[in-house]
């Protein structure tokens, strides 16, 4: 039985006064990829930021690697092994792609011997980041620009790794890299908790899924399952919106 990475109980949450997560139940085991589907506004964004803490209020429980994470700071949670690459990539500008991946690693205390090795992995996985290590990163396309983003959160060292939006304005042929690059990722024994509005992409790529509407977790199953399910399908093709069956 595979060990309960991460599991959130009754996860509330939002933004001042606004309340955008009503009671979320969710978890991820050690290895595997799951997705978090939804339409735009469903609360997705918010969810991974409540994990984070990103200045999300939050109630209920968020356990990792059976610590209760629950109101821990940021830096507390990154060290835990939780790294989170955020909607838009949010690269730094002016500094080349190799400083870019660096900051990833810049909380990490386990040598510069292992920094430099985990930098060669992340250029073996986007070869093309090895092609422009000395570029501004600011100055990429935007599938490099993601590539760039997903291995500065590698260089972290993580054992969760929240991506964000993987696909957003990007061309199919780029999102199909990028998927491929997830699974190496994961067969390394990274976790990874995608954040999707592309349904298809998201099932083909996890092995479980949670469809979030309107801040509740709505479905949840496998992804083989979610894929033939009618609310699924239906929201996917903008017929109708989901709603707990």
């Keep these: 039985m595979s060990e309960r990475l991460l599991e959130l109980t009754g996860v509330s949450g939002g933004y001042g006064d606004i309340q955008v997560l009503w009671g979320v139940d969710l978890a991820v085991n050690a290895g595997d990829m799951v997705c978090l589907i939804g339409s735009n506004g469903a609360g997705k964004s918010t969810l991974l930021r409540c994990i984070s803490g990103l200045g999300v209020w939050s109630k209920g429980r968020i356990a990792f690697a059976g610590r209760d994470m629950s109101g821990r700071p940021a830096a507390d949670i990154v060290a835990a092994g939780i790294v989170h690459v955020p909607e838009g990539r949010r690269l730094f500008r002016g500094m080349s792609v190799r400083d870019n991946l660096l900051m990833g690693a810049y909380a990490r205390r386990d040598g510069a011997a292992a920094i430099r090795r985990d930098l060669e992995v992340v250029y073996g996985i986007f070869p093309r980041l090895a092609e422009r290590t000395g570029q501004d990163a600011s100055t ?106």
């Design 140 to 245: 990429l396309s935007g599938g490099e620009q993601q590539m760039c983003a997903i291995g500065r959160g590698i260089m972290a060292a993580p054992r969760l790794l929240m991506i964000d939006e993987l696909s957003l304005g990007l061309a199919p042929r780029l999102v199909e890299e990028l998927g491929e690059a997830l699974i190496k990722i994961n067969r390394t024994g990274v976790s990874i908790l995608l954040v999707e509005q592309d349904v298809i992409t998201a099932l083909e790529l996890a092995s479980y899924g949670f469809v979030l509407d309107r801040g509740r977790i709505a479905i949840a199953g496998a992804a083989r399952e979610l894929m033939v399910n009618p609310l699924v399908t239906d929201a996917y093709l903008g017929a109708t919106a989901l709603a707990v069956s």
